[in-house]
């Protein structure tokens, strides 16, 4: 290997930007992993407790962006307790002390308190992105402290968190001086929003180019704001709907000025035949359309608007859509690459999308990458044709509202269906399975998806050869989430080495034991095994649990850090 | 369904097509589960299912919040007064509670209100009562119910000058 000196090796490093790439090179030896971790800017870490906060911050002194995750995916659907972990003071204490000039904080289902955000305020003065996805614990009082300290901040991102809403006076807080802002979004807080400051900020932050605000912004409001930030390209909407005369012929002549406008959300509530007058003038420009908060929009608008705007990649409905309404979307916007079709009625059966959409969708979309489907019933035909016609398909979730629903016209499994899609698209990253399914879709799975890296099964396979199946054969897979399967210890135990690769397996309503996962944590100390449980059961685990007790809910990580030291007592970790 | 000569990547020996379980109870131990041959009268297993459809908590809860907000979006109810000539229109969603919806009537019909002349006779004092109509079509006497429930149930409201009232009070003297 030709000698270069350590400058220049650490400038050929600065063009590496993939954490694979720097994981890769900082192997090679001493030197390269020395310079590599003076030079990497971005630190991405999956699991919080997969790695000790300290020791990140003191190897890589020179970083510029953050971004852990914390709690297990299934948190999102209310499968993990309250209480379970994942603060983010930790890192933010050890962040404070050794990486100063930190740039950019990403937190994914954190617990963040005011404190917390009280500190990342007074500790990192070049702070320019602050973006908190699916946390919970803080209030609006915490965001006082960014907006009136954080001079420098650009981004400010708050999607679906769950905060204690005492007011938007935190909104107040930027002061007149503050002209940075680049990306706003505060779609999650509930209050009633000031509208003469949020103007205000508006009108002095010629860079705005996102903004995503909450449902009490009126549309006069709203018009305002779009004729002084013409330039938005992302857009999240209040309300939609008004008692004022003329509202909608303001709001539409607003709408003329953004030419840029690219993206559109929101759109909390509009009234009938509206919807589609009002944005004509975006339509046709938009790549993006995103309708879930909007249930009750007429089928007849919505169509409307999505046959005017051929240049869509990426759409979000739920399924009142309909299959007609599947086709329509499948005959209009041939560039779609991305899909969401959500579930609007929580309490019963919605029977409003089918197989028949999909085969639409599929049809007409063949570029599509992303496809997220809930629907009344599925068929393997159905399965097929999407395999047939988007062989680029990287995620694909498909959400059975009867999850152990068959094949309703040959009363079959879907084992077949979900073959081809994992043969059919090579590139398939991330799967989510429902339906009837035996064993036999595993085999499949680990036979063909090679480039898997994330697993979610629900109420099927009959054996623990279906999830042997899987670990043995799917070499790239991070993540496997199982819920109700009848998988238990032989498939957990079977294979230890696979741990090595997977970056964390969740297990709940499985058959496996207590024996089981002691077992595992014991023949693997980087291993560590949480068994759950639910915070009324009194017995919980102090007792001494007998062997073949069922583990209700099992997290198993991979980890560096040693078993954690804050876990609740309903967490054992073994 | 003849199934023997079909192409199926498999299992050496695993043709037999299974089928569908009944509602998924814990599984017990993986023997029990297979052919349940007669059995396709499925009840509805929703009801049954914990934890599915994976719906995430944050759009329930907005869900829920937004479809309060839908319903209660622009409640324009008619509002009639027996003697005027002509109806008005109001917005139930304007009134956080009975005092200031009753304030709001009297200030759209102040000027049909043949009670002030009247009471400046000295002999007759028409006063009002406020009644609405309900989803069922009955005529009911405003204020009984909390505000929320009336605010979706109503459905027209009707000044009634109630002569009726005044003839027990006179009697009662």
């Excluded at chain 1, 399965?383 to 398909?393: E, G, R, S, W």
């Amino acid at each position: 290997m030709p000698y270069f000196p350590q400058e220049v090796v650490e400038c050929i490093f600065s063009y590496l930007t993939s954490h694979q790439d720097r994981n890769s090179v900082s192997l090679v030896c001493k030197d390269w992993s020395v310079i590599e971790q003076k030079t990497r800017r971005h630190v991405y870490v999956a699991n919080c407790y997969a790695v000790s906060p300290t020791r990140v911050a003191t190897r890589f002194p020179g970083l510029w962006v953050l971004t852990v995750k914390g709690m297990p995916h299934f948190a999102d659907f209310r499968l993990v307790p309250r209480g379970w972990g994942g603060s983010v003071q930790p890192w933010i204490n050890a962040m404070a002390c050794s990486c100063p000039r930190l740039e950019e904080i990403r937190f994914k289902r954190m617990v963040v308190s005011d404190e917390s955000l009280m500190l990342i305020s007074r500790s990192f003065p070049n702070l320019k992105a602050l973006v908190l996805v699916s946390c919970r614990a803080f209030s609006t009082d915490g965001l006082t402290y960014i907006a009136s300290s954080c001079r420098q901040l650009r981004e400010l991102d708050l999607q679906e968190n769950e905060v204690n809403d005492r007011g938007s006076q935190w909104l107040e807080c930027f002061p007149n001086s503050f002209t940075s802002l680049e990306s706003l979004k505060f779609t999650c807080l509930r209050s009633a929003v000031n509208s003469a400051t949020l103007e205000g900020l508006v009108a002095r932050c010629p860079n705005l180019r996102t903004l995503h605000v909450n449902s009490s912004i009126s549309v006069e409001c709203l018009s305002r704001i779009l004729i002084r930030a013409p330039r938005l390209v992302d857009l999240g909407t209040g309300s939609l709907s008004s008692n004022q005369m003329g509202w909608y012929r303001r709001l539409f002549y607003s709408f003329q000025k953004c030419k840029g406008l690219k993206s559109l959300s929101g759109i909390w509530f509009v009234g009938p035949r509206t919807f589609q007058p009002v944005v004509y003038p975006v339509c046709g420009n938009l790549l993006s359309l995103k309708l879930s908060s909007a249930p009750w929009i007429l089928k007849s608008d919505l169509l409307n608007v999505i046959s005017n705007c051929p240049r869509l990649q990426k759409l979000w409905v739920v399924d009142r859509i309909g299959d007609e309404g599947l086709a329509v979307v499948g005959s209009t916007c041939q560039d779609l690459r991305e899909l969401r079709v959500f579930q609007s009625n929580f309490h019963g059966p919605s029977c409003w999308v089918t197989d028949e959409g999909l085969i639409a969708i599929s049809t007409g979309c063949p570029k599509l990458n992303c496809l997220l489907y809930y629907c009344a019933q599925m068929t393997n035909a159905a399965l097929m044709t999407v395999a047939k016609n988007c062989p680029d398909l990287i995620q694909f979730k498909l959400r059975n509202l009867d999850p152990v629903k068959p094949d309703p016209v040959t009363n079959h499994p879907l084992d077949e269906g979900f073959g081809a899609i994992v043969q059919g698209c090579k590139g398939l990253k991330r799967l989510s399975l429902s339906g009837f399914l035996t064993d036999q879709v595993f085999l499949y799975i680990g036979m063909y998806a090679e480039q898997l890296e994330m697993l979610s099964i629900a109420y099927a396979g009959e054996t623990d050869n279906g999830m042997m199946y899987v670990l043995n054969g799917c070499k790239n897979l991070r993540k496997l989430k199982i819920q109700d399967c009848p998988f238990g210890d032989g498939a957990l135990l079977e294979d230890f080495t696979k741990y090595e690769t997977l970056r964390s397996l969740w297990m709940s309503s499985c058959e496996v034991t207590i024996g089981g996962c002691k077992a595992l944590a014991a023949k693997n100390t980087q291993l560590s095994v949480e068994v759950i449980s639910d915070l009324n059961s009194i017995s919980g685990l102090s007792l001494e649990p007998s062997k073949n007790q069922r583990a209700e809910k099992v997290y198993i990580y991979r980890t560096v850090a040693g078993p954690r030291t804050d876990a609740p007592t309903n967490v054992s970790i073994l | 369904m003849d199934n023997d000569t079909e192409l199926r990547l498999g299992l050496p020996g695993s043709v037999e097509v299974k089928k569908p379980r009944e509602t998924p109870q814990k599984r017990s131990s993986p023997d029990c589960t297979s052919v349940e041959d007669d059995n396709l009268d499925r009840p509805s297993a929703k009801a049954q299912i914990v934890g599915w459809p994976p719906v995430r908590s944050y759009m329930k809860n907005n869900f829920h919040l937004m479809k309060n907000k839908a319903d209660m979006a622009g409640r324009y109810v008619k509002v009639s007064m027996d003697g005027a000539p002509y109806l008005r229109k109001v917005d139930l969603k304007n009134y956080k509670g009975y005092k200031e919806l009753r304030e709001a009537l009297e200030n759209l019909f102040g000027c049909f209100s043949l009670g002030e002349i009247l009471r400046m006779d000295g002999k007759y004092s028409m006063e009002y009562t406020i009644a609405y109509e309900d989803k069922d079509g009955d005529l009911m006497l405003l204020g009984d119910v909390p505000w929320e429930i009336f605010l979706s149930s109503c459905k027209k409201l009707r000044i009634m000058t109630d002569a009726l009232g005044n003839k027990d009070r006179e009697d009662s003297k």
